[in-house]
């Protein structure tokens, strides 16, 4: 069974990085779409971008001078980076596998806050 | 960026009710390909997002058949006939047929 779970800090500090490792178990990165995803205080969702199975990216513009994807395939993670975070950027960050077209499975979520 | 717009934001049912949530899309959501790009999702509470239905009308597995999808173009519809408890929580429609792919502003399911 795929499981998928992200890590990394809770809070960062603005104008910093958020980094974020999203773990993949039982399901190989060389295979299918992985991909970020943020929920805002709300409801409000924003897709972030995905590393396909070969490894090309593609990113939400709205974020793309910003937002790095990348993954090590020997221990099946992949990674976010998101540079000059303002708090704005304070959200649930989700990490998501799928198809093309959607994502059918999504880890648990981790919540990060930006504040000084 | 294509806008999904979902009514209502707020959904009060009983259990055994049928309700319908609707998402709006602010450009045609067929691709060129034929196929379009149009899912649903729950979000539970304290739960990560849970794929419901793809491709407009299609049940992902292990989805009760009480959920269904319909809908073409900029106009589509998630029904569920007889709500039950555990279908409480947030409903977003996702749209991937442009780039970016964009969510609904969500729907809360909550009991009357």
């Known amino acids: 069974e795929v499981q998928l779970q992200e890590s990394g800090p809770g809070l960062v500090k603005p104008s910093q990085s958020l980094s974020l490792t999203c773990s993949v178990t039982?399901?190989?990165?060389?295979?299918?779409?992985w991909g970020w995803i943020r929920k805002f205080p709300g409801n409000k969702m924003e897709w972030m971008g995905y590393?396909?199975?070969?490894?090309?990216?593609s990113y939400n513009p709205s974020l793309k001078s910003r937002i790095s994807i990348t993954r090590d395939t020997s221990k099946n993670q992949f990674f976010l980076q998101l540079n000059s975070v303002t708090t704005e950027d304070t959200a649930t960050y989700y990490c998501?596998?799928?198809?093309?077209?959607?994502?059918?499975?999504w880890g648990p979520g981790t919540m990060v806050t930006v504040s000084s | 960026d294509v806008v999904l717009t979902q009514t209502p934001p707020t959904l009060s049912a009983t259990i055994g009710q049928s309700v319908s949530i609707s998402c709006r899309s602010s450009?045609?959501?067929?691709?060129?390909?034929?196929?379009?790009?149009l899912n649903w999702l729950l979000q539970r509470p304290g739960q990560p997002p849970q794929l419901l239905i793809y491709?407009?009308?299609r049940l992902e597995s292990g989805v009760p058949n009480r959920f269904s999808g319909s809908g073409s173009g900029t106009d589509f519809t998630l029904k569920i006939s007889g709500v039950e408890a555990e279908d409480l929580g947030v409903y977003y429609c996702?749209?991937?047929?442009?780039?970016?792919?964009?969510f609904g502003g969500g729907t809360k399911l909550e009991l009357k």
């Open positions: 996702v749209q991937s047929t442009h780039a970016p792919r964009t």
């Open positions: 450009q045609s959501l067929l691709h060129s390909n034929g196929n379009t790009y």
């Open positions: 491709l407009v009308s």
């Open positions: 039982g399901y190989s990165i060389t295979s299918n779409y």
């Open positions: 590393i396909s199975y070969s490894g090309s990216t």
């Open positions: 998501a596998k799928g198809p093309y077209w959607y994502f059918d499975f």
